[in-house]
């Protein structure tokens, strides 16, 4: 019990010391850009998408996990290792969700812009 808890305090500090230390390391060079005259619109060349994409990604990878769950069933009934015909099945038609997502979000910005 005590070993569990240790393993998930671990794990969680350790994703909090990555994230505190991208952003301190971020607000760094930003102030330091500033400080040496950099234009502010620098930090806003990034690409925003919209919420429906957002939700469209989601969607399709709960399609593709939910499908993968079901064929790895199938795989299981038919022979197949559980853990191997779960794992294997769940990454692949995730995959294919977010590859099918991607697409779909590269068509829909040709068809915006």
């Known amino acids: 019990m005590a070993v569990t808890i240790l393993v998930v305090l671990i794990i969680f500090s350790c994703i909090f010391g990555v994230i505190f230390t991208f952003l301190t390391t971020r607000n760094k060079e930003r102030l330091a850009l500033i400080e040496n005259g950099a234009d502010a619109k620098l930090f806003n060349s990034g690409k925003k998408y919209s919420f429906g994409q957002v939700i469209l990604n989601i969607a399709?990878?709960?399609i593709?996990?939910?499908v993968g769950v079901l064929v790895g069933a199938l795989f299981h009934q038919?022979?197949?290792e559980e853990g191997v015909a779960f794992t294997s099945s769940v990454f692949i038609f995730g995959g294919i969700g977010l590859m099918v997502s991607f697409f779909l979000n590269r068509k829909l910005a040709e068809k915006e812009g």
Request: no cysteine; glycine share 44%; charged share 0%.
């Open 60 to 62: 399709l990878l709960a």
């Open 78 to 80: 038919g022979g197949l």
């Open 64 to 66: 593709g996990i939910g």
